[in-house]
């Protein structure tokens, strides 16, 4: 079952926050988060395992709420560099292959 | 060290022509993986490679696609009589751990195939 990413885009000023969200409707071993350029490759930003931990990666941290089965994504003071799709990949029992969602897209104006 | 690479980056295919497409992962990587990118979605699972093994194909959407790891390390994709809805982008990801697909995979830049 494909997750659910909201919002499908978003348009920030540089220095604004943002959260994206990822829903899924089974229960969740993990949550992958990518940022994707366009015609490049995606890259990893984090994983957050199930146990509602939260994890930070200088202004970009996240969130797993394993009852919810959410994960959120927040970008504190957004740079230009922070454009780009967003895309979670849920992994319902560890091993499992991790279901991509559709993608957020963002975009950082000056 | 260098990223995962894959070649060509582009390819351009008659339908009915059959191709093949290269990953190189990250050196020492088990894991690797495949995965198909329509536009404006995100990457679906193909198959999966631990080593040489392959250990899941569950992804793969007909016969025409075969996926091979013969020395654990470089993979080739290979589409058969190629179709017009075979059109996407081709990604690899390797990761550096055998335990599954649990585990931080590291993309490579894609291959876009498109079929006319």
């Known amino acids: 079952q494909q997750p659910v990413q909201s919002p499908q885009a978003v348009i920030l000023r540089e220095g604004e926050d943002a959260v994206i969200n990822c829903s899924s409707s089974?229960?969740?071993?993990?949550v992958h988060w990518y940022r994707q350029k366009h015609g490049e490759a995606p890259v990893f930003l984090m994983i957050?395992?199930?146990?509602?931990e939260q994890k930070g990666h200088e202004k970009i941290s996240a969130s797993f709420n394993e009852k919810k089965q959410q994960s959120s994504l927040y970008l504190t003071a957004s740079q230009l560099s922070y454009s780009g799709t967003y895309f979670c990949?849920?992994?319902?029992?560890?091993?499992?292959?991790?279901?991509f969602g559709k993608g957020t897209r963002l975009h950082i104006l000056p | 060290g260098a990223g995962v690479s894959q070649s060509p980056r582009y390819k351009v295919a008659k339908r009915g022509q059959d191709v093949a497409l290269r990953c190189d992962p990250i050196?020492?990587?088990?894991?690797l993986f495949w995965y198909q990118q329509a536009l404006g979605q995100g990457p679906e699972f193909l198959t999966y490679?631990?080593?040489?093994?392959?250990?899941?194909k569950s992804g793969l959407p007909s016969d025409r696609f075969f996926a091979e790891r013969p020395e654990g390390s470089v993979s080739t994709l290979k589409i058969q009589r190629t179709e017009r809805g075979d059109s996407a982008v081709y990604l690899c990801?390797?990761?550096?751990?055998?335990?599954?697909?649990?585990?931080?995979?590291?993309f490579g830049p894609g291959t876009r195939l498109t079929v006319l």
């Open positions: 990801a390797s990761s550096e751990v055998s335990g599954g697909k649990t585990d931080t995979q590291y």
């Open positions: 089974k229960a969740l071993y993990s």
């Open positions: 957050l395992l199930k146990g509602g």
């Open positions: 990949g849920t992994e319902p029992n560890r091993d499992d292959k991790i279901i």
């Open positions: 050196s020492g990587h088990v894991s």
């Open positions: 490679f631990q080593n040489e093994a392959q250990l899941d």
